[in-house]
């Protein structure tokens, strides 16, 4: 069998606990194996010894790769970053908080031997999670499915393969903040899965805020749908229908000689229009936004350092 070269894309932010324990994990799995490999760790900004520890493994060993960028620019940025400096003939992205097991990825391995270009990992037991992630995670992804076209697979995150030609399809696309996730399956291609127990983390937090989440959940549903855009049309229809209602039912109660105050009505329908007329406000400032982002054209990251990188 010719021997096929792996990239595993790592992200870090913070994780100097992790990163060597990530290393000897993976060279453990790897050495020795059918295909060769290189470790692209991607330092996200972290304001600890993360690069300088990544930095000394790429020393004693040229197949780490180190990146680091100038400031913290997001997780989806460090995965495409490493992407598009991997040389592999086929890419896997694993956090560097080891709740993805390594040993996992030669099960993907044999998918994309047998054909599959995309090999999702599906989480069926999630450890060290709380019910509230768990909770907001299902939500978000039954809504997400809901509204979009091109489902995006439930209990999957960023932890899959590519193949070359599937990956390079993904970075050819021009659009800026990309949501991975969702164009991993509107690439199409012939797609699997590996399911696999998500551990708890080997050391230190998570580093996927509440903040962060919701981020990623904006740009999920944004990046992959346009139904936003649908609502005002939606209910401004529903409005016009009960505005109709309301009518006709002053009518007939005129007709009865019954009347009610207009003042009895006012307030809250001056209230529901205008926080109405906000909400929509608000989904059409988030899309302008990113056609704005879009016109200025800037990078998704910016690098500061780099070692063992042509």
């Known amino acids: 069998m010719e021997r096929k070269l792996i990239s595993i894309v790592v992200p870090c932010y913070n994780e100097e606990l992790t990163v060597e324990k990530f290393y000897s994990e993976a060279v453990r799995i790897f050495e ?4 060769d490999f290189e470790i692209i760790f ?8 993360t690069f300088d520890i990544i930095t000394a493994l790429a020393k004693k060993d040229a197949r780490v790769k180190g990146l680091s960028f100038s400031r913290n620019f997001g997780h989806q940025s460090a995965i495409i970053c490493g992407f598009e400096h991997a040389k592999g003939d086929a890419i896997v992205e694993l956090d560097c908080d080891l709740q993805d097991p390594i040993e996992v990825v030669l099960e993907m391995i044999e998918k994309w031997e047998e054909g599959y270009q995309v090999v999702h990992g599906r989480r069926i037991k999630r450890k060290g999670e709380s019910i509230f992630k768990k909770a907001t995670a299902a939500v978000y992804y039954a809504l997400l499915n809901k509204i979009t076209k091109r489902p995006v697979p439930r209990n999957t995150g960023d932890f899959k393969l590519y193949d070359r030609v599937a990956l390079n399809a993904i970075l050819a696309m021009p659009e800026k903040d990309k949501y991975i996730r969702g164009l991993a399956s509107w690439v199409g291609f012939k797609q699997a899965f590996v399911d696999f127990e998500r551990q708890a983390r080997f050391a230190g937090e998570t580093k996927y805020t509440l903040k962060k989440m919701i981020n990623l959940a904006k740009t999920g549903i944004i990046s992959n749908s346009d139904a936003p855009l649908y609502l005002s049309l939606i209910t401004g229809g529903i409005l016009c229908f009960l505005s109709f209602a309301c009518f006709i039912t002053f009518i007939v109660l005129a007709i009865c000689n019954i009347t009610l105050p207009l003042t009895a009505w006012l307030f809250p329908t001056a209230t529901l229009l205008i926080s109405i007329s906000w909400i929509f406000n608000a989904i059409s400032n ?3 936004a990113k056609v704005y982002d879009g016109i200025k054209d800037r990078p998704d990251y910016i690098l500061a350092d780099k070692v063992n990188i042509e």
């Not at 020795?32 to 295909?35: A, F, L, M, P, R």
């Not at 991607?42 to 010894?49: E, F, I, P, R, T």
């Open 286 to 288: 988030v899309y302008l």
């Open 42 to 49: 991607v330092n996200d900004g972290s304001k600890d010894s």
């Open 32 to 35: 020795g194996y059918k295909h």
